[in-house]
Each structure stands twice: as structure tokens, then as C-alpha cells.
């Protein structure tokens, strides 16, 4: 008797504690979502990294150096692309299983997944879970309080739109595992192996992160046009973004009610994919490491692919370490700007670009509102885009600097590794892999930062901040 009532008393006890530890994370969460993102990511990392130095995870069965399995887990979970080891001979069938899954964890976000799962267990999403996949959704809302203007994703569409997060991802990722497999047995893949690699091939293109299942990567299929179309495709999806991909499946091409955000997405991801080939095509055409040996249809396509990877795909059938110094900085240009909000991309987003040069034109036009598509930006989206674009800047500054100083290696070639680690993008000079340990850490920071996001960052600290009730004078300093 005394066993089952000291057994009945560690149950109750064990009960409580997991009662008291459910309340304090969605109290946390609800509080503050983007403190709740970044333990959640945080956690993961972990979790991941231990899972990485299992020998069973290793090909070899040996356990994996904790650097290595560390950044391995950041760069999963992060879907930054870079590695620090051969990702397809390194890992063992159950570790490649590990970075699937990790992929498309950290694709969807925490808190979008989180919410998810809610939905699917309770049939319903109540205001605090709609407030936490709001906060996913558009990073403005992590600053809590009233969001005056309208937003792409309202709170009443939040269901439908996390509903669309797990159809879309499902729907695409199969549809291009099965426009892929053809491909692949074109090349001389085995059938059943192709039947994993597909998938896999499938997953890496829609979230954006650029791993490779096999040892030549996309070399083997360099010249096949169609594969190497479909992965620009799943590219694409992915770095546009959920709200984006929501409002295409709510009005078509009905063009006038899309959203600005999907407007101001979709437009300037367009231009910057056509700009970026266009400079791409122009700088290295007489480069006989990369394009120069190409013909001129070769040359003109392989342009566009490396444009779209650029975005944040991260696969690549050239050496980047041998483009020249102008097409590295044009290509950490394109890496700092990334994909879409809310996206399976990294980088500053292609919004805040857009914001930022409508408030550039607005100001040279003399206007006193920015405005587009008939719809007025606000200001505190403007301080919001211009505050992403510091901090990002700051961030990849002190990470080129710190890894510059301990590598001692040419600082052109660490600020586009830096940046491709900071944006999720994936391409590599191959300067990663010949890290050493402590620059192996301070990259593994600059992707977490990059994945996790500066707005989302900004909230987390500033959480706890007290409102300010009053209003100073105001003087005007001299600017520019």
C-alpha cells in the first residue's frame, strides 16, 4: 500500500509539473510570441544536434564532432543549405531522414507548425492560438499591442491560412518529387533510390535550403534543363511565401485582390530574378571556370538558374568559388535581399526592399505619404523596413569581421559565405567546409540570427520594454 500511494503521489506530482509547465509556455507564448520562437528554435537546435552525434547518425556509425553536428542542426533547422561536412557521404540513411525532417520543421516556422498541430488536435483555433500564427505570419504583430492598418493575413483567416501552410507544402513538395523522378532515372539514379532522392530533391528546392543527396550534387544533371526548371519552380513557391501562396489560392489571377504584400512580393521577386540573370549573363560570359564555355542558350539558362539560387535556393552546377569578385558582390547583393515575408527564405525580404524604394521615390518626388497600387504605407512599416536592413547590415558586419579576423582569409569570399549563411541561401565559395571550429560557432550565430529573423530578434528583447506615455520636444537634427 505504502508503494502505490508514494506511486500515486510522484504521478500527481509529475501531473502538476507538466500542467504548470504547459501554462508557463503558452503564457510565454502568448505574451510574447517571438520569445516563444526563439526557444522553440532554440530547443530544436538542440534537440537535433544531439541527435546529429549519435554514431548511428554517421555513415561510419562514429560520433560526430559537436561543432559539426551543431552547425549541421542550425543549418537544418535554419534551412540555411551551408555544411560543414559532405552532407551526402557523411550521414548515414537515418541522418539524412534527421535533415528531412529538420528541413521541414523549419521551413514552416514554430510557430506556424505549433499552430498546426492545435489545429489538427482540437478542431478549432481559439484567439490566443491565432494570435501566436499571426505573429509568424507577419512579424509586425511581435511588438504586440493594436495593429491598426490592414494586414495581408487577417486574424479571422488565420485558420484557413495554416490549413494552406500544411496543403500547399504536401501538394507542392509531391508535385515536384513526381515531376523530378524522371528525371533522375534519366540520369542513372536506380529507381528505388530515386524513389527516396526525389522527395528529397523536392524538399530542399520548396524550403529553400539547396542540400544534395548525392556526392556530385547537381553536376550529374547539369545539362538537364527540366530538372534543373523544376527546381527553380519549387524555388520560387517557396521563397514567396505563405500569405502569398494563400492569397493566390483565394484569387487566382484576379490580380486587383491580391494584396499589396502579394503585389509588392511577386513584382519585385520577378525584376530582381530577371535583373540578377541579365548582370549574371553580362560578368561572367567570358569566364571559362563558369559560363565561358558554355554556348550561348547554356550560358543564358544556366544565368537564370544561378539568379534564382541566388534568392535563397542554394543549389548550384558551377564552381562559385571561381566567379568572378563583381558577380560574388552582385550575388551577395541578391542573397542580402532574399525571399518573401513569412517564406521558406532568408535575407531582409524583397518587401522591405520594395518599401524602402517607394519611401526613397516618395521622397524624391516630394510626396508626403508612400504610397502603392492605390493603398498607403504607413510609417511604422517604414521604421520596421529601414530597422531590418540596419540590423541585417550590423549582423553580417560583425560576422564577416570576427570570421575575416580568425580565418584571415579574403574578406570577398567571407562576405558572401557570411551573408549566404545569414540569408539561408546555401551557396558557398568553400570557405565553410575549411572553417575552424570557433568560426564554425560564429557562423552557426549568423544563421540562427538570419532564420530567426531581426524584427522577431528586436521583439524578443524589447518585450519587456514599458510603453512611453508622453512626447518630447521636438528639434530636427541635420541629416545627409
Known amino acids: 500500500m505504502a508503494e502505490q500511494s508514494v506511486g500515486a503521489i510522484v504521478?500527481?506530482?509529475?501531473?502538476?509539473?507538466?500542467?504548470?509547465?504547459?501554462?508557463?509556455g503558452r503564457d510565454l507564448a502568448t505574451a510574447s510570441p517571438s520569445r516563444f520562437a526563439v526557444l522553440i528554435f532554440s530547443t530544436l537546435i538542440l534537440v537535433f544536434t544531439t541527435l546529429f552525434s549519435l554514431p548511428a547518425a554517421s555513415a561510419d556509425h562514429v560520433a560526430t564532432p559537436f561543432a559539426d553536428a551543431l552547425f549541421t542542426a542550425v543549418s537544418t533547422i535554419c534551412v540555411a543549405g551551408l555544411a560543414t561536412v559532405d552532407m551526402a557521404t557523411h550521414w548515414s540513411p537515418f541522418g539524412h531522414v534527421l535533415i528531412y525532417i529538420g528541413v521541414n520543421v523549419g521551413a514552416m516556422g514554430v510557430l506556424t507548425l505549433a499552430s498546426i498541430l492545435g489545429l489538427v488536435i482540437s478542431k478549432r483555433l481559439g484567439l490566443r492560438?491565432?494570435?501566436?500564427?499571426?505573429?509568424?505570419?507577419?512579424?509586425?504583430?511581435?511588438?504586440?499591442?493594436?495593429v491598426a492598418e490592414g494586414q495581408a493575413v487577417r486574424l479571422?483567416?488565420?485558420?484557413?491560412?495554416?490549413?494552406?501552410?500544411?496543403?500547399?507544402?504536401?501538394?507542392?513538395?509531391?508535385g515536384l518529387a513526381i515531376l523530378l523522378y524522371p528525371s533522375l532515372l534519366i540520369g542513372g539514379v536506380d529507381p528505388l533510390t530515386a524513389l527516396w532522392e526525389a522527395p528529397y530533391y523536392a524538399a530542399m528546392a520548396f524550403t529553400n535550403t539547396g542540400f544534395s543527396p548525392n556526392a556530385e550534387g547537381l553536376l550529374p544533371f547539369a545539362q538537364d534543363y527540366v530538372m534543373l526548371t523544376v527546381l527553380m519552380a519549387g524555388v520560387f513557391?517557396?521563397?514567396?511565401?505563405?500569405?502569398?501562396?494563400?492569397?493566390?489560392?483565394?484569387?487566382?489571377?484576379?490580380?486587383r485582390a491580391w494584396s499589396l504584400?502579394?503585389?509588392?512580393?511577386i513584382i519585385t521577386t520577378i525584376v530582381l530574378f530577371f535583373v540578377g540573370a541579365g548582370v549574371f549573363l553580362l560578368l561572367e560570359y567570358d569566364n571559362p571556370a563558369t559560363f565561358g564555355s558554355m554556348e550561348a542558350w547554356d550560358t543564358t539558362f544556366q544565368a537564370f538558374f544561378l539568379s534564382a539560387m541566388t534568392?535563397?535556393?542554394?543549389?548550384?552546377?558551377?564552381?562559385?568559388?571561381?566567379?568572378?569578385?563583381?558577380?560574388?558582390?552582385?550575388?551577395?547583393?541578391?542573397?542580402?535581399?532574399?525571399?518573401?515575408?513569412?517564406?521558406?527564405?532568408?535575407?531582409?525580404?524583397?518587401?522591405?526592399l520594395a518599401v524602402l524604394a517607394l519611401a526613397v521615390w516618395s521622397e524624391a518626388k516630394g510626396r508626403p505619404s508612400v504610397e502603392a497600387f492605390g493603398r498607403r504605407i504607413p510609417s511604422d512599416v517604414q521604421r520596421v523596413a529601414l530597422s531590418v536592413v540596419a540590423w541585417s547590415a550590423t549582423i553580417v558586419a560583425l560576422g564577416t569581421v570576427t570570421i575575416a579576423q580568425i580565418t584571415k582569409a579574403p574578406v570577398d569570399l567571407v562576405l558572401f559565405d557570411v551573408i549566404s549563411?545569414?540569408?539561408?541561401?546555401?551557396?558557398?565559395?568553400?570557405?565553410?567546409?575549411?572553417?575552424?571550429?570557433?568560426a564554425v560557432y560564429v557562423m552557426a550565430l549568423v544563421m540562427f540570427m538570419g532564420r530567426v529573423g531581426t524584427v522577431t530578434l528586436a521583439a524578443a528583447v524589447a518585450a519587456t520594454s514599458r510603453s512611453q506615455l508622453y512626447a518630447l520636444p521636438v528639434e530636427r537634427p541635420i541629416v545627409g
Open 261 to 265: 504584400h502579394a503585389k509588392l512580393t
Open 129 to 146: 492560438a491565432k494570435l501566436i500564427a499571426a505573429g509568424d505570419t507577419n512579424p509586425l504583430r511581435a511588438h504586440g499591442g493594436p
Open 311 to 352: 534568392r535563397s535556393g542554394g543549389f548550384s552546377v558551377i564552381d562559385i568559388g571561381e566567379m568572378h569578385g563583381s558577380s560574388l558582390i552582385v550575388g551577395s547583393m541578391l542573397m542580402f535581399v532574399g525571399g518573401g515575408s513569412a517564406s521558406t527564405a532568408g535575407g531582409i525580404k524583397v518587401t522591405t
Open 421 to 438: 549563411g545569414f540569408a539561408t541561401v546555401g551557396l558557398s565559395t568553400g570557405l565553410t567546409a575549411e572553417l575552424p571550429d570557433p
Open 11 to 24: 504521478l500527481t506530482r509529475l501531473r502538476a509539473f507538466g500542467r504548470e509547465a504547459w501554462d508557463a
Open 156 to 174: 479571422g483567416e488565420v485558420g484557413s491560412l495554416l490549413r494552406t501552410v500544411a496543403l500547399s507544402t504536401l501538394v507542392i513538395e509531391a
Open 237 to 255: 513557391l517557396g521563397s514567396i511565401g505563405f500569405p502569398v501562396i494563400f492569397t493566390l489560392w483565394r484569387h487566382h489571377f484576379h490580380v
